[in-house]
């Protein structure tokens, strides 16, 4: 299937986490048209089976082919340490796929070499030892501390970010001894980013925060010159498609997108 640079980048997460990469690459790549889908009828994706999480993304993908996407980003870390080479199979002849875990030990491996190096996630992430595994196929002598941290993804999709009760919880998780002697700490969950700044607080700015967000952006700008695929055409279209209407998906799309989120309800299933 031919593509062209005038189709859209599909990205997709289990909520409004995958919102923050999906800002990042609106800020890195202007010119391009994005479709976002947020599943928010099955979110948290952390607490989920590896096959149900299977499920989901095969489904999203399949909406977001048919929405002619010419690249899809998996936004999400459970689903990309779930699902990744599921998708990447099954639709490897149509588009291409990008996950949020690699171009991250790509980064960890080239700059934090022989380094103890943290890592809060999901439930699911960090019990499928993923980072684990492909930041000892890196072999640069990394140690990695990983702690599951599960009460974070469904606290800011609750909204409750900045305030008293993410302070403590925040403080409560960090200040686990399997994090002790650390020199950086990877955000493997991409809801994280939205309390970068609070675990920015508790470490008073000494610690290296390794957020995904940025990190996939550059990725998929790095794929899409490399095909010849970056949209050069100036005024773009975003739209936002969700399993199920929540308010808090709604005021977290506007906080980064502002007035320009019109979301469109589209179950898995139809």
């Not at 996630?121 to 990695?144: C, D, F, H, W």
């Amino acid at each position: 299937m031919s593509v062209t640079p005038q189709q859209p980048i599909g990205i997709f997460d289990s909520g409004i986490g995958g919102l923050t990469v999906a800002h990042a690459i609106k800020k890195l790549l202007p010119n391009e048209d994005m479709i976002y889908f947020g599943d928010t009828a099955h979110l948290p994706y952390g607490d989920k089976s590896e096959a149900a999480i299977q499920a989901y993304s095969v489904r999203i993908a399949n909406i977001l082919l048919k929405k002619g996407c010419k690249v899809i980003v998996i936004a999400c870390n459970s689903a990309s340490s779930a699902a990744y080479e599921l998708l990447k199979e099954y639709v490897s002849k149509d588009t291409h796929i990008i996950n949020v875990i690699d171009p991250m030990v790509a980064l960890v491996a080239r700059e934090f070499q022989g380094k103890n190096v943290g890592l809060i996630g999901t439930k699911r992430t960090v019990q499928s030892g993923v980072y684990n595994r492909k930041i000892e196929e890196a072999n640069k002598g990394i140690t990695l501390h990983s702690l599951a941290t599960p009460l974070l993804a469904p606290m800011i999709e609750e909204g409750f970010f900045n305030n008293q009760i993410s302070h403590e919880i925040i403080a409560q998780y960090l200040s686990d001894p399997a994090l002790a002697d650390i020199e950086a700490l990877i955000l493997a969950c991409t809801h994280y980013p939205l309390i970068k700044k609070e675990i920015d607080q508790y470490y008073k700015g000494s610690m290296k925060i390794l957020d995904s967000s940025e990190v996939v952006a550059q990725a998929l700008y790095a794929h899409l010159k490399s095909k010849n695929l970056l949209n050069t055409q100036a005024g773009s279209t975003d739209h936002f498609l969700v399993s199920d209407y929540t308010e808090s998906f709604e005021t977290s799309a506007r906080m980064f997108f502002h007035d320009a989120v019109q979301l469109e309800k589209h179950h898995l299933w139809e």
